[in-house]
């Protein structure tokens, strides 16, 4: 472990867990912990699966579909801007220069 490593104890489903981070990040984990273990516990909560690992698998599931359609979302929101751009400055051109535009 780095000299700049803290340990932080966290909490997950009743389960006792060691991480070591950056002194900088403890703040960000204990709330990726407090996030995880809420996803967990209602995953645990609607009764269908049964046992810590398959819980996690559910949560580390739902969390990566989540991050990749909230990834989609963003690569979509940023084509559509830069196309929107592009399309601004083709008008503004035009009109600066008196001209119209083929639609």
């Known amino acids: 472990m780095s000299d700049?490593?803290?340990?932080?104890?966290?909490?997950?489903?009743?389960?006792?867990?060691?991480?070591?981070?950056l002194p900088e990040e403890r703040s960000e984990l204990l709330d990726s912990?407090?996030?995880?273990?809420?996803?967990?516990?209602?995953?645990?909560?609607?009764?269908n699966i049964v046992?810590?690992?398959?819980?996690?698998?559910?949560?580390?599931?739902?969390?990566?579909?989540?991050?990749?359609?909230?990834?989609?979302?963003?690569a979509i929101e940023s084509e559509v801007s830069e196309r929107v751009r592009e399309m601004r400055e083709r008008v503004e051109s035009a009109l600066s220069r008196g001209q119209q535009l083929p639609l």
């Open 4 to 21: 700049r490593m803290v340990r932080v104890s966290v909490r997950i489903l009743e389960k006792e867990y060691q991480v070591a981070c």
């Open 33 to 47: 912990a407090e996030f995880l273990n809420g996803k967990m516990r209602d995953i645990r909560d609607a009764g």
């Open 51 to 74: 046992g810590l690992d398959r819980i996690a698998v559910m949560a580390a599931l739902n969390l990566a579909h989540e991050l990749l359609k909230r990834n989609r979302n963003d």
